[in-house]
């Protein structure tokens, strides 16, 4: 049995019942726009927040493909939230380095560290073949729209794959669009950095060991989908978005020549032609 199947961190025994969290943080990806969101809420919340980015300076720049600069900077922590990574579509090479190479490095580092648990910022576009009338939830067959999807798709499974032989506590959130507003965001698509946290804050809670994915989308009136599962942990949608229905017309607006983006899910990464 691993020994985080038992203990938190330093050794610490932990047990279902627990409250605990913890208080130091390593948040990757944080000069980037949904960090930019996230960050100082949960400062707000009392973390203590280390920063470590490919685009940082000073100690925050960190390159997640150097396995040693992982080890470094997961010392010391005693929660990761993954959001480093590419968040756009590209060459499967160049997705394999930022998406798969990138966390492999920061799981080891993390079982090395004893840091129980991490939270991993997938996407909804590992659905995003789904139409957008279609039911479904987190046990249904993920349908990628795209290598950016497929390479968040592996990212869940290395995630599962540490979980399973190492004992970590992992939750992947299935990221909508993240934008400080509804209007801001795809139509349909939208969650508020607030509901993020709150789902970052149930990741870390989790005890280990434990593997949860959460679809990550503000509750819609009149969508086909169903409450995120983070709702068995006591998630309730802080900032609902609006009409469900309405969101359909502004897709019917901005697509309207563009079949496959106006029916699924991913939209125009949907209809995209994958790149030779």
Known sequence: MSWLNRFGPRGVARTHEDTWRPRSLLVTGSAGTVAGLVLPLLRSRGFEIRLADRAGSGDDRVDLCDA???DHVVTGVEGIVHLAGASREGTVETLYADNTAALANLLRSAVRARVPNLVFASTMHVMGMYRRDERFDESSAPRPDSYYAASKLHGEALCRLFHEKAGLAVTCLRLGSVTAAEKDADPGAWISPEDV????????????????????????????????????????????????????????????????????????????????
């Open 68 to 70: 040693a600069a992982c």
């Open 197 to 276: 946290v709150a789902l970052v804050e149930i990741g870390l809670r989790l005890t280990a060991p434990a593997f949860e994915i959460f679809h990550a989308v503000a509750d819609y009136q009149g969508s086909p989908l169903p409450a995120s599962r983070a709702a068995l942990y006591g998630y309730r949608c802080s900032r609902p978005a609006g009409s469900y229905a309405a969101a359909m017309q502004k897709v019917q607006a901005w697509w309207h020549s563009d079949e496959r983006a106006r029916t699924r899910r991913g939209a125009s990464i949907a209809s995209a032609g994958l790149i030779e």
